[in-house]
Nanobody, 118 residues
Framework: VQLQASGGGLVQPGGSLRLSCAAS????????MGWYRQAPGKERELVAT???????KYVDFVKGRFTISRDNLKNTLFLQMNSLKPEDTAVYYC?????????????WGQGTLVTVSS
């Protein structure tokens, strides 16, 4: 299984970024997916999950700002991040094989760094 995340970078507060995660080695269309993040000095935390049928859940601190989506034809997971704040600075990881919201699946991407700073 390979999960290739991309789209991170440096953005000013209030700005936007769109992360992508290209998946291979799994049957993407039937796999529940999610995004996690890990800020410097902190533990990895859940951001959002999306089921194979499109059911979505977010953690409270990103509701109304982030949007998770998927393209099953392109085997790609997305995270649209708007109104970014300095506290959103972290390495963002895509995760595959999520059994239920809040429990990580067995497969991880390599992470993409998002830095929110003026």
């Amino acid at each position: 299984v390979q999960l290739q995340a991309s789209g991170g970078g440096l953005v000013q507060p209030g700005g936007s970024l769109r992360l992508s995660c290209a998946a291979s080695g799994i049957i993407f269309s039937i796999t529940h997916m999610g995004w996690y993040r890990q800020a410097p000095g902190k533990e990895r935390e859940l951001v959002a999950t999306i089921t194979s049928s499109g059911g979505i859940k977010y953690v409270d601190f990103v509701k109304g700002r982030f949007t998770i989506s998927r393209d099953n034809l392109k085997n790609t997971l997305f995270l649209q991040m708007n109104s970014l704040k300095p506290e959103d600075t972290a390495v963002y990881y895509c995760n595959a094989g999520i059994p239920v919201h809040g429990v990580a699946g067995p497969w991880w991407g390599q992470g993409t760094l998002v830095t929110v700073s003026s």
